[in-house]
């Protein structure tokens, strides 16, 4: 288990693989911790720097109290690079993940040198939809949205197919610090990253589930659009988690971007 204090928090990571090897680093979902990326990281090539970290209100990092913002989720990641003095990276961001490699990507150009924003947007649902959301965790606990939420997580053939792992993330979902889930989710209801990324340059996959309900596919793409030279790759059979549900496309199609880059 690997500690760090910073930024106020203690922040919950792994860093494997290869020491000396290029580093890739993987920003988890709402809701989830970095064991997101469990099923993906064996089939990736060998050699790389292997990073995942628990984002803020997550599973073992510090869940403080009150509202979150965008820019202390990007601070935390870029405190912890630091820390472990990584540069140049290609930075996985999954869902609020994505939104943070965004923001990372137009504040410290330094750490990323390319990304991935899968199931992620510029700007993901409205205010008012938000705010609603948190309501009803307030009132009800994250138990009271477990359903609608594992809906949108995993295609309906996944969870009739795959009992136990869906019980296994539900699980996951309802033990989320119910500070971390509102924090997070007050942080993604007032991000807006349009005018930044749009001017973004570098390097970019944009991966997409076809049956996600939380960020569909064609957000997910007009986000992509917005970075010039950007790639797009929908994955079918699969929504909000799709390196969960459909892990050898997804390892496939990162392998090719990190190769495309002269990152393996």
């Given at each position: 288990m690997q500690m760090i204090d910073l930024n106020g928090i203690t922040v919950h990571y792994a860093d494997q693989g290869d020491p000396n090897g290029a580093p890739v680093v993987f920003s988890n979902s709402l809701g989830t911790d970095f064991r997101l990326w469990d099923q993906l990281l064996p089939l990736l090539p060998k050699g790389l720097r292997l990073i995942r970290y628990d984002t803020r209100g997550h599973g073992l990092t510090s869940a403080p109290d009150g509202d979150y913002f965008?820019?202390?989720?990007?601070?935390d990641a870029a405190a912890l690079l630091d820390h472990l003095k990584v540069k140049n990276c290609i930075f996985v961001g999954l869902s609020i993940g994505g939104m943070i490699?965004?923001?990372?990507?137009?504040?410290?150009?330094?750490?990323?040198?390319?990304m991935v924003l899968s199931n992620t947007a510029a700007k993901i649902g409205t205010t008012a939809m938000w705010q609603d959301r948190m309501a009803d965790v307030r009132k009800g606990g994250i138990e009271a949205l477990e359903e609608a939420?594992?809906?949108?997580?995993?295609?309906?053939?996944?969870?009739?197919?795959?009992?136990?792992?869906?019980?296994?993330?539900?699980?996951?979902?309802?033990?989320?610090?119910?500070?971390g889930y509102l924090g997070?989710?007050?942080?993604?209801?007032?991000?807006?990253?349009?005018?930044?990324?749009?001017?973004?340059?570098?390097?970019?996959?944009?991966?997409?589930?076809?049956?996600?309900?939380?960020?569909?596919?064609?957000?997910?793409?007009?986000?992509?659009?917005?970075?010039?030279?950007?790639?797009?790759?929908?994955?079918?059979?699969?929504?909000?988690l799709p390196c969960v549900e459909q892990p050898e496309e997804y390892a496939a199609i990162l392998t090719t971007f990190l190769k495309e880059q002269g990152h393996v």
């Amino acid at each position: 288990m690997q500690m760090i204090d910073l930024n106020g928090i203690t922040v919950h990571y792994a860093d494997q693989g290869d020491p000396n090897g290029a580093p890739v680093v993987f920003s988890n979902s709402l809701g989830t911790d970095f064991r997101l990326w469990d099923q993906l990281l064996p089939l990736l090539p060998k050699g790389l720097r292997l990073i995942r970290y628990d984002t803020r209100g997550h599973g073992l990092t510090s869940a403080p109290d009150g509202d979150y913002f965008m820019g202390d989720l990007v601070a935390d990641a870029a405190a912890l690079l630091d820390h472990l003095k990584v540069k140049n990276c290609i930075f996985v961001g999954l869902s609020i993940g994505g939104m943070i490699a965004q923001g990372l990507a137009a504040e410290r150009m330094d750490l990323v040198r390319g990304m991935v924003l899968s199931n992620t947007a510029a700007k993901i649902g409205t205010t008012a939809m938000w705010q609603d959301r948190m309501a009803d965790v307030r009132k009800g606990g994250i138990e009271a949205l477990e359903e609608a939420i594992l809906e949108r997580w995993f295609a309906a053939r996944f969870r009739r197919e795959h009992p136990l792992t869906l019980a296994g993330w539900r699980h996951m979902l309802c033990r989320t610090p119910i500070k971390g889930y509102l924090g997070c989710s007050a942080a993604i209801s007032e991000t807006d990253l349009f005018d930044s990324t749009v001017r973004l340059t570098l390097p970019t996959l944009a991966i997409a589930g076809a049956e996600d309900g939380s960020t569909p596919p064609d957000l997910v793409r007009e986000t992509a659009d917005l970075i010039k030279g950007s790639r797009f790759h929908l994955i079918r059979g699969a929504a909000h988690l799709p390196c969960v549900e459909q892990p050898e496309e997804y390892a496939a199609i990162l392998t090719t971007f990190l190769k495309e880059q002269g990152h393996v």
